[in-house]
Structure formats: structure tokens, C-alpha cells
């Protein structure tokens, strides 16, 4: 029998719920197909500083290098929350995982259910065709770049007064923007073939080297495929207007960040948006929702953005694509029959068909 061993992160807030849920419909998945899952949990973000003062502690990383997957849930909340710039943050976890993992692709599928097409906010002729992918870059800019906090010298502030000042620098090599350009060119070979490439040029000038280097990998190496530069500000205009124009966005990381938030809203809610971060190492799955402290504990949020993330895992890293469509069609299913965690929960879901996050893990796991 094969076996798969996964790393499970469950982190802060709502985490550990929705990695119970994912733990259930692997173990459906498992008996269904005729493998094995494996899990070591271990400990990242705000979890990891409560029992070792560093949010991703040496033991995590090596569980994560030695697994064939990491399945991460969230991280974070306002007792980490802090303006020194000396205090350990939960964030800082997950971004040393991904660098220590040369983790620097991140997809984001944006699909619309039918059945939620009524839980978003916008009108539903809006939504027809939408079917995108965001290609983020996941271990550069902003994120990534040099920066600082310092105290400026005697008279440089307002009214001669000393004062602090801070910096991020966005930066990027060419290496870094080739090899996520021909990411989003490869997804798109496989899907509609077109690319919207995202930037800031007409002020950035990381933006133009941006635009530079993905227009000579395009035209070197994927001249049968459309692409299409867009301003990160039309962008996120176009994305409410008419997002049905998008196959594959290609973007640098902070812009990559925002934007897919905002997609997450043409599915109804953050809780149906998943991601895969790919590379040189062990891949990381991850819900893009954040840790949601103010329900954790209650028992109500939403493992669906979760369960999508394990079927990107079983895709990418197990190569179990019917595994894949079988939990894909399970999700379906569990949604087309009217079942809904509160926050996809229409004025139209009849009250006995609101459930929890874990009777919403049962619904799904039955179905596989």
C-alpha cells in the first residue's frame, strides 16, 4: 500500500478545527483509493512562539523537508500583534517556511460553485464563465525585500524634531521573475491559454523589469500563448467588472496578496479559497482565509477552502487526480444539496441546512 506522509500545520485561531476536518476526508480518501496518510503535526505561528519563542522552531522545518506534503491551516490573531519590530510574529513563521522550502509559486484557484453564486456579492450574470487562476510569486518583493526601522537625525522631522522612519524595499531579480513567468505560461498552456501579467510599470521600476523579463520569456518561449499586460489598479477593477475576462494572473507577491483576497469575494467567501505553494521543496497547501479568532473555538467555521487546498495536494504532489475529482465532486455535491456553513449561508438556505465545521467535514467525507 502506498503511503503519503504529511506534515500538518494546524497553527492559530480556527486551525486546528479545519485540519480535523482535513485529517477526516483524507481518512475517507485513503480507505476509498487504497492509501496510506501519514501525519506529524507540528507547531507554527502564534503556537509555535506560546511553547518556544520562535514562530517556526527547527523541529517544524525539518518535519516539513522530510514529508512529502504540508498541509498548513492559519495563522496569527491580536494576542501576537505587536509595533516592535524586535517581537516575534506569527507571519514570520509562515514566510521562513516558504523560503526555507524554496516555496516562490503560489496558485490560487478562483472557481465559481453554482450553487453560491447567490452568496456572492455580486450579480450572478457577473459571474458567468468566471474560472481564473492567480499565479502569485511567492518569495520576493516587499515581503521579502531589505528593510528597516531607524531614528532620523536632529532636525530632518517636522519642526526640526528627531523622529523614526521605516522602509520595505520591493525587489526582484530576473531569475526570480523567469521562473514564475513560466509558471503562469504553463497553467495557461493547460487551461484557456491567456495571461494577464500584472504591474505596476508606469511608476515602478521593479514593475518594468517585471513587464521586460516576462515579455522575453513570453516571446522566446510561449509565443502561442495571449498575454496581456494590466495595471494592478485596473486590475482590481476589472476583477469586479467583468472578471470572466481572466484565465491566468500573473503577479508579483504583494499585489498577488490583494488581489486574490479580493477574488475570494466572487466565490462568496474567503472560506472557499484555496492555494498551492510549489518550488524546490516540500509543496505547502493552505486555506488563503487567515486564522479567524474571533469564531475560534465555536465550532462554525468553514473547512471548505481546506478541503480544496487537499485537493490541490492530492493533484500536485500525489498525482491522485481521481482522488482529486472525487473529493471535488463530494464538495459539489454537499453544496448543490443545500448544505452551508454560515458564512455561504444565503437568505435562501433553510435553517436545518446551516452546519457546523465539522458536520460539514462529515457531509463532504461521506460523499467520497
Same mark, same amino acid.
Given at each position: 500500500m502506498t503511503t503519503h506522509r504529511i506534515c500538518l500545520l494546524p497553527g492559530d485561531g480556527i486551525g486546528p478545527e479545519i485540519t480535523a476536518e482535513a485529517v477526516k476526508v483524507l481518512e475517507a480518501i485513503g480507505r476509498r483509493f487504497g492509501v496510506r496518510f501519514e501525519f506529524e503535526e507540528a507547531l507554527l505561528g502564534g503556537a509555535a512562539i506560546d511553547a518556544t519563542g520562535t514562530a517556526l522552531p527547527d523541529e517544524t522545518l525539518a518535519a516539513a523537508q522530510s514529508a512529502d506534503a504540508v498541509l498548513l491551516a492559519a495563522i496569527g490573531g491580536p494576542k501576537w500583534d505587536s509595533t516592535d519590530p524586535d517581537a516575534p510574529r506569527p507571519e514570520q513563521g509562515l514566510l521562513g517556511i516558504r523560503k526555507a522550502l524554496g516555496l516562490y509559486a503560489n496558485l490560487r484557484p478562483v472557481r465559481i460553485f453554482e450553487p453560491l453564486i447567490g452568496a456572492s456579492t455580486l450579480k450572478p450574470e457577473a459571474l458567468e464563465g468566471v474560472d481564473m487562476l492567480i499565479v502569485r510569486e511567492l518569495t520576493g518583493g516587499l515581503y521579502f525585500g531589505p528593510r528597516a526601522r531607524e531614528r532620523e537625525v536632529e532636525g530632518a522631522g517636522a519642526g526640526g524634531s528627531r523622529g523614526m /522612519?521605516?522602509? &520595505? $524595499?520591493?525587489?526582484? $531579480? #530576473? =531569475?526570480e521573475i523567469e521562473r514564475i513567468a513560466r509558471v503562469a505560461f504553463e497553467a495557461a498552456r493547460g487551461r484557456r491559454g491567456r495571461v494577464h501579467s500584472v504591474d505596476k510599470a508606469n511608476v515602478l521600476e %521593479?514593475? /518594468?523589469?517585471? /513587464?521586460?523579463v516576462v515579455h522575453r520569456v513570453h516571446d522566446a518561449e510561449y509565443a502561442d500563448v495571449e498575454l496581456a499586460d494590466q495595471l494592478v489598479d485596473n486590475t482590481a477593477m476589472q476583477l469586479i467588472r467583468y472578471p470572466a475576462q481572466f484565465d491566468v494572473i500573473l503577479t508579483e507577491n504583494m499585489f498577488? &496578496?490583494?488581489? %486574490? &483576497?479580493? *477574488?475570494s469575494m466572487l466565490t462568496g467567501s474567503l472560506g472557499m479559497l484555496a492555494s498551492a505553494s510549489l518550488g524546490d521543496g516540500t509543496a505547502l497547501y493552505e486555506p488563503s482565509h487567515g486564522s479567524a479568532p474571533d469564531i475560534a473555538g465555536q465550532g462554525v467555521a468553514n473547512p471548505l477552502a481546506m478541503l480544496l487546498s487537499v485537493e490541490l495536494m492530492l493533484r500536485h504532489s500525489f498525482a =491522485?487526480? #481521481?482522488? *482529486?475529482?472525487a473529493l471535488a465532486r *463530494?464538495?459539489?455535491g454537499v453544496l448543490a444539496d443545500g448544505w452551508r456553513t454560515r458564512d455561504i449561508a444565503g437568505p435562501e438556505t433553510l435553517p436545518q441546512r446551516t452546519v457546523g465545521t465539522s458536520a460539514m467535514g462529515d457531509l463532504v467525507a461521506e460523499r467520497i
Amino acid at each position: 500500500m502506498t503511503t503519503h506522509r504529511i506534515c500538518l500545520l494546524p497553527g492559530d485561531g480556527i486551525g486546528p478545527e479545519i485540519t480535523a476536518e482535513a485529517v477526516k476526508v483524507l481518512e475517507a480518501i485513503g480507505r476509498r483509493f487504497g492509501v496510506r496518510f501519514e501525519f506529524e503535526e507540528a507547531l507554527l505561528g502564534g503556537a509555535a512562539i506560546d511553547a518556544t519563542g520562535t514562530a517556526l522552531p527547527d523541529e517544524t522545518l525539518a518535519a516539513a523537508q522530510s514529508a512529502d506534503a504540508v498541509l498548513l491551516a492559519a495563522i496569527g490573531g491580536p494576542k501576537w500583534d505587536s509595533t516592535d519590530p524586535d517581537a516575534p510574529r506569527p507571519e514570520q513563521g509562515l514566510l521562513g517556511i516558504r523560503k526555507a522550502l524554496g516555496l516562490y509559486a503560489n496558485l490560487r484557484p478562483v472557481r465559481i460553485f453554482e450553487p453560491l453564486i447567490g452568496a456572492s456579492t455580486l450579480k450572478p450574470e457577473a459571474l458567468e464563465g468566471v474560472d481564473m487562476l492567480i499565479v502569485r510569486e511567492l518569495t520576493g518583493g516587499l515581503y521579502f525585500g531589505p528593510r528597516a526601522r531607524e531614528r532620523e537625525v536632529e532636525g530632518a522631522g517636522a519642526g526640526g524634531s528627531r523622529g523614526m /522612519r521605516a522602509y &520595505d $524595499t520591493c525587489v526582484y $531579480t #530576473e =531569475m526570480e521573475i523567469e521562473r514564475i513567468a513560466r509558471v503562469a505560461f504553463e497553467a495557461a498552456r493547460g487551461r484557456r491559454g491567456r495571461v494577464h501579467s500584472v504591474d505596476k510599470a508606469n511608476v515602478l521600476e %521593479s514593475s /518594468r523589469l517585471w /513587464r521586460e523579463v516576462v515579455h522575453r520569456v513570453h516571446d522566446a518561449e510561449y509565443a502561442d500563448v495571449e498575454l496581456a499586460d494590466q495595471l494592478v489598479d485596473n486590475t482590481a477593477m476589472q476583477l469586479i467588472r467583468y472578471p470572466a475576462q481572466f484565465d491566468v494572473i500573473l503577479t508579483e507577491n504583494m499585489f498577488g &496578496d490583494i488581489l %486574490s &483576497d479580493e *477574488a475570494s469575494m466572487l466565490t462568496g467567501s474567503l472560506g472557499m479559497l484555496a492555494s498551492a505553494s510549489l518550488g524546490d521543496g516540500t509543496a505547502l497547501y493552505e486555506p488563503s482565509h487567515g486564522s479567524a479568532p474571533d469564531i475560534a473555538g465555536q465550532g462554525v467555521a468553514n473547512p471548505l477552502a481546506m478541503l480544496l487546498s487537499v485537493e490541490l495536494m492530492l493533484r500536485h504532489s500525489f498525482a =491522485m487526480h #481521481e482522488a *482529486a475529482d472525487a473529493l471535488a465532486r *463530494a464538495i459539489e455535491g454537499v453544496l448543490a444539496d443545500g448544505w452551508r456553513t454560515r458564512d455561504i449561508a444565503g437568505p435562501e438556505t433553510l435553517p436545518q441546512r446551516t452546519v457546523g465545521t465539522s458536520a460539514m467535514g462529515d457531509l463532504v467525507a461521506e460523499r467520497i
